[in-house]
């Protein structure tokens, strides 16, 4: 048990015990407090963020070089953390309450203390770009917004006010993204968890194998379809990157892919497991909890344009092996679907659970604890795959490990948060977008679309989502935009923090695993995740969220999915055969006529598809005739 506790430093027994038990203490008071347990809200995100504060000091050191360096100071960080998390237990009531919400020196201490430890915690747990921005936000809020001109200029708040209210209030880093955190985010973290550790990962990819190995291209699809299976059950892309990649990488590197390539794959693969229901990342939360639309509605509009999303690295991949005539897997060493899913049945179950309770009407946060039970109950149907006590609290303790980077950006970014409800700058931040775009919805989402790309080489995605969102989600609905469709093409933007240098985790990541130049792999990883950009112009200008007839849905999808292949073709410049310039220029058009809301211009995308199509067919079939004629084939 005790050798199974990762962490930086290396204390020895007694401290690994320490960090194992804390962390399942963390998992079951989030599994009490999501289902039997009574608390309110700011007490449960206080107790959320103690544990929090209390394991990224004792287990993320400030020097990786030196990881035992200064660890008294951090035991004193760690008991803080406690502290400040059990001032609110015990002394919010008696504010609000006996003191009708005027605060005293000592709040104002506390408060101060809680910002400096989280702003600390932050940059341990994501690096220094979500600290400092925070603290550029408060200094704004403090100071120097009085020396902004124009639109942006703000007056200033006193000192006390801000320390208020982003600590003993629920607008600030107890706010809606920390609730977040400490309920959906962590319990389907703690779902992923125990999936994995019953040996879902295993089942995945040997699934698919099954699905895709045999297919041109085959080992680059199965780190696609793998990619998409886990992460609809992890909902992280580093994660899914780490879990599918070991295997896909160096598969692919052996069919013939050149190594930044194999890890590009898996890298834009990965992203898109954020995009696949039924567990979509904690984004998916934050956009249920903000808008008031079911996360089962969410998941449900979301299934089509996350597998097309799929499709689109797939063509990339498929019109890659076509120009290096890479071959696919044997069949007869591939795994037979049949006896794949006959094995596998106690992993699906659980997942088949889990959706029936979110559409049957059940709370995320409910949905995701009886799924946990399930897991457990469902891994006893074969041997190899019975959990045990051990099992259950090893689950737990990944579980909360997993946790802390994700919590610590939400609950940090609920500063920002808190200092734009203060100063008003997400309705300052509206208006210069309208302006910008001239009350034009496609320049609005071309700005959105390059202000996530900024945000995305310095923030993660989820953080990246959080600052769109506040900011420039109004904007899109002034434009005529649906409320659900706003948020998800900024949910979808915000996913290329994943892919886009000079900060790219899942990319970078998977260039570890490849032995691939970073920048090179996330460049290339970038190129294939190019449906990020433009499937959401449908969510804008089309009923693909299931906003019209359902036959205008299902045709919207079908030639887009032909818009995204032509796509594909244009950009590689090759199909069958090598494209001439004149071919890329048809198929950029027909490109955009397969994206075109009307049913004619479909039509004339189809044409000129068939036009590029047919003439390279008949090629290459000759080729091949002539081959075989001179017995090289």
Partial sequence: MYEKVETARNRGKIFNTIIYIICILMSLFHLWVNTFGTMPGIYRNAVHLGFVLVLVFLTIPISKKEPNRLFSLDVVLAILGVVVALYILLFEEQLHLERASVAILRDYIFAAIAII??????????????????????????????????????????????????????????????????????????????????????????????????????????????????????????????????????????????????????????????????????????????????????????????????????????????????????????????????????????????????????????????????????????????????????????????SLSTAAILICAGIVIGVVSITGMGITFSGMVLHLSGGHLFWAIILVMLASLVLGMGLPVTASYIFLAILAAPALTHLGMSLLAAHMVIFWYSQDANVTPPVCLAAYTAAGISGSPPMKTGFTAWKLAKGLYIIPFLFAYSPILFEGPLWEVFATAISATFGLFVFTMFFEGYFLKKLHFYERGIAIVATVLFFWPHILPKVIGFILFLALYLPQKFKTGKELKWKKEAGEV
Avoid at 119 to 144: D, K
Avoid at 251 to 266: C, D, I, P, R, T
Wanted: hydrophobic letters at 55%; glycine letters at 10%.
């Fill in 117 to 402: 430890l989280l702003l600390i915690a932050t940059y341990r747990a994501v690096g220094w770009f979500i600290p400092f921005l925070s603290i550029v936000f408060l200094l704004y809020a403090l100071w120097f917004g009085k020396y902004v001109p124009g639109m942006f200029n703000y007056r200033g708040v006193a000192l006390t006010r801000l320390l208020y209210r982003m600590y003993l209030t629920d607008e600030g880093i107890f706010g809606i993204v920390c609730s977040v955190s400490a309920t959906y985010v962590f319990l389907f973290i703690l779902f992923g968890a125990f999936l994995l550790k019953s040996g879902a990962g295993d089942f995945i990819i040997k699934l698919a194998q099954a699905i895709g190995g045999h297919r041109i291209g085959g080992p680059a699809k199965i780190a696609v379809i793998s990619s998409g299976f886990m992460g609809s059950v992890s909902g992280s892309a580093v994660a899914n990157t780490v879990a599918t990649g070991t295997f896909t990488i160096p598969l692919m590197k052996k069919s013939g892919y050149q190594s930044h390539f194999a890890a590009a794959v898996e890298a834009a693969a990965s992203t898109g497991g954020q995009l696949m229901p039924p567990i979509m990342g904690a984004g998916a939360f934050i956009m249920a909890q903000w808008t008031g639309i079911s996360y089962i509605k969410i998941i449900a509009v979301a299934i089509i344009p996350a597998v097309m999303y799929f499709l689109s690295v797939a063509f990339f991949v498929h019109i890659e092996a076509l120009k290096y005539n890479l071959k696919p897997i044997p069949k007869d060493q591939l795994p037979k679907l049949g006896k794949v899913l006959k094995d596998g049945i106690q992993f699906i179950l659980p997942i088949a659970i889990l959706v029936i309770l979110l559409v049957t009407g059940y709370t995320a946060t409910y949905a995701a604890a009886i799924g946990i039970v399930a897991i457990v109950v469902s891994s006893w149907i074969r041997k190899e795959s019975r959990m045990g006590i051990r099992d259950i609290l090893d689950a737990m303790y990944i579980g909360a490990k997993n």
